[in-house]
């Protein structure tokens, strides 16, 4: 079956954020009226109001879970707001549409001045808040309106506020893109827990509050607990940004010192991506492939500039000097702790993946690692020698595959570039000795264009 061309693919993408945007918009409209038309009694504003403020100021400081979701403590005053609106006879679905739908613009919004994707939130978080209304409902009608009770029912409304927004994610981004984004649940081994206990938190809060005939104090409590959840969010996304700092500082130091290979770094971890997605690497395993992709050169650092900056051909001494680079990222890394899954991918990409050459057979990371590696220094210009073509970097790669180089990886490389039309390396230049004569001023660049 043919592969349509990538231009194709973001045209179909626009149009079909548009049908889900308005789907969104539809649905929500229509859940809105049903529960109005429907509810008997709404909630006490004197309640509802101080929720309202504290979910929009919370939905609008989200912090990054990763590159595609935020999170925040949203769900502590969903719950809190439902619960009380059902145990005093008002309408939890209402209430919570409310509440949920108030979180639907966040600060990315407003410094990016984007219109389509707070639409696209308070559609999906206005179901998202219905669906828990409704389970709370339910959940006090089965089982009464006891402490346990209503704890259970604040559970199961948690579970259902996450499950019901994550899985219209997961809905939506199959409809897009026609596949899911392989790292959109990244970090969410942290995000679930955190998120079900905060849920379960605000239903307590709601129930406590009923109990203590609505005390102006307990109010004030409340929005304490939801700031202190907020801030168990905040501080996730705070130590995020900074590993990613800590990242770009070692990348930044190791470009400064080779400017041969500035935005090597950033294309090995697009191209290791790309296999990684390919072969499966899902969620916070690919986040970790892209991470190590980012370090694996960092033993650079201990080899002499002058070494790595020579033109021409290495010695042997040389060359064993220039080895040290493969055991130095783990010396240079050892003592930070976070970044050990990837110093650990990141310093077996010099093992072969047959295991003859060195004894030891690599992960399967490190052999995704080894191949983005090894296309990205076939094609681009080096100190010793030019680019070479795509079409030669796809036959050597094919060459020692199954000895050097993982085959799974290299098929699943060449296959991902050539379905998305990229092209990298000189359209020129088909051989070795070529590349290094031009780098050496021993051939004419211009001199290899015809050559076949």
Excluded at 187 to 206: H, R
Aim: proline share 3%; charged share 20%.
């Amino acid at each position: 079956m043919p592969r349509r061309p990538i231009s194709e693919f973001h045209g179909r993408q626009g149009r079909r954020k548009i049908v889900v945007t308005v789907l969104y918009v539809v649905l929500s409209v229509a859940t809105f009226w049903v529960a109005a038309a429907t509810a008997e009694e709404l909630a006490s504003l004197a309640l509802l109001v101080p929720l309202l403020i504290a979910n929009v100021y919370l939905g609008y400081r989200s912090v990054l879970v990763n590159d595609n979701l935020s999170a925040s403590s949203s769900g502590m005053v969903l719950l809190a707001g439902g619960v009380s609106a059902a145990l005093s006879g008002g309408s939890a679905v209402l209430v919570c549409a409310i509440l949920a739908a108030s979180s639907a613009i966040q600060e990315v919004d407003v410094r990016e001045k984007r219109i389509q994707e707070p639409i696209w939130n308070f559609g999906q978080l206005a179901l998202t808040g219905a669906a828990v209304g409704m389970t709370i409902e339910f959940g006090i009608e089965l089982l009464g309106s006891g402490a346990w009770a209503v704890i259970i029912s604040a559970a199961f409304a948690s579970a259902t506020n996450l499950a019901v927004n994550l899985g219209q994610v997961y809905l939506a981004v199959r409809y897009i893109y026609s596949r899911s984004i392989p790292n959109l649940w990244s970090g969410m081994a942290t995000l679930i827990p955190s998120s079900l206990l905060v849920g379960l938190v605000g239903g307590v809060l709601g129930f406590a509050f009923v109990e203590a005939g609505g005390s102006t104090l307990l109010l004030v409590l409340m929005m304490i607990l939801f700031l202190v959840g907020h801030q168990a969010f905040a501080s996730f996304g705070l130590l995020r940004t900074s590993h990613e700092a800590t990242l770009a500082g070692f990348v930044k130091a190791l470009e400064a010192k080779d400017l041969y290979t500035r935005g090597h770094a950033e294309r090995v971890a697009h191209f290791a991506t790309l296999i990684g997605e390919e072969l499966g690497q899902r969620g916070t395993k690919l986040e970790a492939l892209n991470w190590a992709a980012l370090l694996h050169d960092i033993g650079k650092l201990v080899v002499p500039k002058e070494l790595i900056q020579k033109k021409g051909r290495l010695t042997e001494e040389e060359w064993a000097i220039m080895r040290r680079h493969d055991d130095a990222v783990e010396e240079i890394l050892d003592e930070v702790e976070f970044l050990q899954p990837m110093v650990a991918i990141a310093a077996g990409t010099h093992h072969f993946f047959d295991g003859e050459k060195t004894g030891v057979v690599p992960s399967v990371e490190s052999s995704i690692l080894a191949v983005a590696d090894a296309f990205d220094a076939i094609t681009t210009t080096r100190s010793y020698r030019v680019a070479l073509s795509q079409r030669y970097a796809f036959e050597e790669l094919r060459r020692c595959a199954g000895t050097q180089f993982m085959p799974e990886a290299v098929e699943a490389l060449i296959g991902a570039i050539e379905a998305r039309g990229e092209t990298y390396g000189s359209p020129d230049v088909h051989d070795e000795e070529t590349a290094r004569a031009i780098a050496e001023g021993r051939l004419p660049a211009d001199s290899v264009k015809d050559q076949p």
